[in-house]
């Protein structure tokens, strides 16, 4: 019997422009989990009467809160007991690797493309065979930039993964099959929501850090100092709400997910299937791709 073939559902956000920070969300697991997973998404529609729900959307319609949260509950249920895994991949477009003159965000994109695909594939033991469903970007080629380029990749992380056989020691290598990709319209697919939904809630942890943390804490301390001193836009809370919301439930599923010393959201490992991986500039060598620099492909 063939093998189940595995999904990969994703977005971004913020990755070009005057942002400063950019992130990727990518929401992956086995077919039948994640059909399972869509169909549910698709039930807090017919009780919210909301087609779609989007990070950029939550500015005070308590509608769209309410059914972000429900969102956000039931991915993080089904990253809990192993379903599904949430790796989120957040830069810093200050930082050494990223403030050079003619920065191009487009490929740039592709190489952090490239970065989380292999981690989100090489995680899932055993697993080759794939289907890739991002988000609709008319400016990424995906078909041609990013597949063709990861299925050149060896998923095995150690170094000597040599294997002894009955036929003597075999190199262990293992390259993922991308059977399909295709682009779909987050309106249509309410798992690219959540992926939105995650994408955004983690890149504003970064984006508006101090603020966050000094509304958080006054918050759970039953506070309302922070907001007196600092007044802040019905979007602003409305968008700290859903982040609040989002603590708590990754704190009952002992997600392990904390308000760093950096003061924002940070996972330190992998366990709960949730991740949180802040790219930092592996060197002076490690530059982000100019206008005249060759492509990924």
Not at 83 to 99: A, G, P
Not at 107 to 124: A, H, Q, R, V
Not at 177 to 190: F, G, I
Not at 219 to 240: D, H, Q, T
Request: glycine share 6%; proline share 3%.
């Amino acid at each position: 019997m063939e093998k189940e073939n595995f999904q990969i559902f994703s977005d971004e956000s913020g990755y070009c422009g005057k942002d400063r920070f950019g992130s990727i969300a990518v929401i992956s697991g086995p077919k039948s989990n994640i059909k399972t997973l869509d169909a549910e998404l698709q039930l807090f529609f017919g009780i919210n009467h909301k087609r779609e729900v989007r990070f950029a959307d939550i500015s005070g319609n308590y509608e769209i809160i309410d059914a972000a949260k429900n969102f956000l509950k039931l991915g993080l249920d089904y990253c809990k007991h192993g379903k599904i895994k949430i790796y989120v991949l957040v830069w810093d477009k200050h930082d050494s690797r990223h403030d050079i003159q003619g920065r191009d965000d487009i490929e740039n994109l592709k190489f952090m493309y490239y970065k989380i695909l292999k981690e989100t594939k090489s995680d899932w033991i055993g697993v080759e065979n794939w289907e890739f469903f991002p988000d609709e970007l008319t400016s990424v080629n995906w078909g041609e930039e990013i597949v063709p380029f990861i299925e050149r990749t060896n998923l095995d992380k150690k170094r000597n993964n040599d294997e002894e056989t009955l036929f003597g020691v075999l190199k262990n290598i293992r390259f993922p099959n991308v059977r399909k990709c295709s682009e779909l319209e987050s309106c249509e697919c309410p798992i690219l929501q959540l992926a939105d939904l995650f994408a955004g809630i983690i890149r504003l942890s970064f984006v508006k850090s101090e603020k966050f943390c000094s509304w958080y804490y006054d918050k759970i301390n039953g506070s309302s100092l922070f907001n007196e001193l600092i007044p802040l836009s019905k979007s602003e809370i409305a968008k700290f709400e859903a982040m609040y919301h989002f603590k708590k439930l990754c704190d009952h599923y002992s997600m392990g997910l904390n308000l760093s010393d950096d003061k924002h959201f940070k996972v330190f490992n992998k366990r709960c299937g949730l991740w949180i991986w802040f790219y930092e500039p592996q060197g002076d060598y490690d530059k982000a791709p100019t206008k005249n620099s060759v492509k990924i492909d």
